[in-house]
């Protein structure tokens, strides 16, 4: 069954606090609409997933700080990041006043299995 939206239509209330949509999930693949309104990670705080992480940033601004590196990306619409699995990295600034959509998609880790090469 095909499925459609439109990612910008309906977006939540994001205020209080950044909110997260699964927009499709399929063997281990998620697509989420990521909706911000000025939130940052915490001081302090990380994301560290154990997954791959592609965002692609459709409305709004964003600034994401990748661990280790001194300068934090600039995310204007159109501008993608590639964060793999085990890449920490933070929101250091989304812009406030009004929303800042993301497009995220989750894949898993590929772990070498018992066949294969290697």
């Known amino acids: 069954m095909a499925l459609s939206g439109n990612l910008l239509a309906a977006l939540p209330d994001a ?5 997260f949509e699964a927009l499709c999930a399929v063997d281990g693949v ?3 609409r990521i909706v911000s309104h000025g939130q940052a990670t915490p001081a302090g705080e990380w994301y560290d997933q ?3 992480e592609w965002v692609l940033l459709v409305e709004g601004e964003a600034l994401l700080l990748l661990d280790g590196e001194q300068e934090p990306h600039r995310l204007l619409p159109g501008r993608w990041l590639l964060l793999p699995a085990g890449c920490r990295h933070r929101v250091e600034w989304t812009v406030p006043g009004r929303n800042t ?3 995220a998609l989750h894949w898993p880790e590929q772990r ?3 066949e294969g090469g290697g």
Do not use: N
Request: hydrophobic content about 40%.
């Open 101 to 103: 959509v993301w497009l």
């Open 30 to 32: 998620r697509i989420e």
């Open 15 to 19: 205020k209080e606090a950044e909110l």
């Open 112 to 114: 070498q299995g018992k």
């Open 50 to 52: 154990d997954w791959h």
